[in-house]
Antibody, heavy 117, light 108 residues
Framework: VQLVETGGGLIQPGGSLRLSCAAS????????MSWVRQAPGKGLEWVSV???????YYADSVKGRFTISRDTSKNTVYLQMNSLRAEDTAVYYC????????????WGQGTLVTVSS | ESVLTQSPGTLSLSPGERATLSCRAS???????LAWYQQKPGQAPRLLIF???SRATGIPDRFSGSGSGTDFTLTINRLEPEDFAVYYC?????????FGQGTKVEMK
């Protein structure tokens, strides 16, 4: 099992960015896929999750601005981030469960998003 | 919304000692959907415990989890040098999948 995040970078406040999480070794539509972020020097913050059935949930801090989605043909999960703020600056991790049980068993290496002018 | 409060913030111990970390939820955690993660500097978190007390694959048996409802504990018996890290608890399975603020286990 491997998760590889891409798409991070420097973006101005108010801008948009799309993160990708390419999975191998399992099917993203068969399990729970989540995004977790970590601001510099801070703790972990859960951002969003997509269930195998397609239901999606978000932290209040990103609701209405971020959207999680998946492309089963590419076995990839995305995080579309709009209206970015300085406080969204963080390393964003993609994480997945290993099956029907929702604990986050596998993690990617993370991608850094910096929101600054 | 369920808040997870971890204590202490920092634990200063020597190799070979036992670490006891606490995670308290403001609301009962249903189905004991409570996990513990270890994170070392510059690395992604690693799942240690799921379901409050089940060890994840490959996790040494010196790590154990216990508790139910609102009070949970992670115990690390006989600390090894590689165990000095930050530990997070997390509730999952129903939104929001909240993390605690973390406990740093540092070498005395």
């Amino acid at each position: 099992v491997q998760l590889v995040e891409t798409g991070g970078g420097l973006i101005q406040p108010g801008g948009s960015l799309r993160l990708s999480c390419a999975a191998s070794g399992f099917t993203v539509s068969s399990t729970y896929m989540s995004w977790v972020r970590q601001a510099p020097g801070k703790g972990l913050e859960w951002v969003s999750v997509m269930y195998s059935g397609g239901n999606t949930y978000y932290a209040d801090s990103v609701k209405g601005r971020f959207t999680i989605s998946r492309d089963t043909s590419k076995n990839t999960v995305y995080l579309q981030m709009n209206s970015l703020r300085a406080e969204d600056t963080a390393v964003y991790y993609c994480a997945s469960s290993s099956g029907w049980y929702p604990s986050l068993d596998f993690w990617g290496q993370g991608t850094l998003v910096t929101v600054s002018s | 919304e369920s808040v997870l409060t971890q204590s202490p913030g920092t634990l200063s111990l020597s190799p070979g000692e036992r670490a006891t970390l606490s995670c308290r939820a403001s609301q009962s955690v249903s189905r004991n959907y409570l996990a513990w993660y270890q994170q070392k500097p510059g690395q992604a978190p690693r799942l240690l415990i799921f379901g409050a007390s089940s060890r994840a694959t490959g996790i040494p048996d010196r790590f154990s989890g216990s508790g139910s409802g609102t009070d949970f504990t992670l115990t690390i018996n006989r600390l090894e040098p590689e165990d000095f890290a930050v530990y997070y608890c997390q509730r999952y399975g129903s939104s929001p999948w909240t993390f605690g603020q973390g406990t740093k286990v540092e070498m005395k």
